[in-house]
């Protein structure tokens, strides 16, 4: 029988690592340079508004000097919120719990580098949430305003982020039939003795030539890097200048960012160490989506978001309606 493949390979030659197997250079990787791509890309647009005179208050100009050191306590906030996220929150060894240095440390408990590894979006978003506040106050600097403006900003830089995540094969999706799902290299293998595999890779166009399977699945990663990354920055970029009041960006940015991934992480497979937070069956696979009462942590948070934004929106309307002359 002639199969035709409706499914797409990982590439192989793409690593983790930039430079795999070289000294020093193999330390080096993908996923952190995405991450200087993306703040390098958030510092670029803040320099558009800055031109623009977005963060310019009455009696004063913002300078370049000041988007470097918003973005730079941002950051810094950022990491450490995203880091502890990921291993108090994400990490079910409770090894973090026993030994807080190892949050920090670039190393794991057996002496072995990993870098730092394992970020966490909504930890990074309440850290990076949190860093800007402190800098907006001890700057003397209106909040709602250069918040907006950062807001403006990270959906561009988070594009990146999400690319990363792609090249290092990691936080992909469910299986699918669809021809533009991909087998990554690291995702589970299934037994070809069962009926369900063999007519699901029969459907996706694979031959059956070992006991276990790689199936296809949702390359999440990338609807991830469209929908909260590209499009959501578009969108709150065309808007940016008609803006009804301040704030405003900011809750778009957070409704926004919740409504996408949300439904997003219906295609995206929850951690096998932690499986579904609601479930309306304990029993349902972790691989495929077999009911929308299933939901993972990540959507928790995203509806917590996108409560969050809208109250943000509500509160920041009122605010400037009761600020506006004659009120």
Known sequence: MNFLPLYINYPSWIHPEIFPGVPVLGLIRWYGLMYIFAFGTAFFVLKKLLKEGALDTPGYKAT????????????????????????????????????????????????????????????????????????????????????????????????????????????????????????????????????????????????????????????????????????????????????????????LYITGYGIFRFFIEYFREPDADIGYRISADPSAPLYMNTSLFNLSTGQILCFLMIAGGITLGIVSYLKSRKEKPGN
């Open 64 to 251: 370049e000097d000041d988007i470097f050191s918003f973005i730079a306590t941002g950051i810094v906030f950022l990491l450490i919120g995203a880091r502890i996220f990921s291993t108090l929150v994400y990490d079910t060894s409770g090894v973090y719990y026993k030994k807080p240095w190892l949050i920090f440390w670039p190393f794991n408990d057996k002496g072995q580098f990993t870098g730092l590894a394992g970020m966490s979006y909504h930890g990074g978003f309440i850290g990076g949430f949190i860093g800007m506040i402190v800098w907006c106050v001890r700057h003397k600097k209106p909040i709602l305003k250069w918040v907006d403006a950062m807001a403006t900003a990270i959906p561009a830089g988070y594009t990146f982020g999400r690319l990363g995540n792609y090249l290092n094969g990691e936080l992909y999706g469910r299986i699918t039939t669809m021809p533009w799902g991909t087998v990554f290299p690291g995702a589970e293998r299934f037994s070809a003795s069962i009926a369900w595999v063999q007519n699901f890779a029969q459907k996706c166009g694979m031959e059956l030539n070992g006991a276990l399977i790689n199936l296809p699945r949702h390359p999440s990663q990338l609807y991830e890097a469209l929908f909260e990354g590209l499009f959501l920055f578009l969108l709150i970029w065309l808007l940016h200048k008609k803006k009804p009041f301040e704030g405003f960006s900011s809750s």
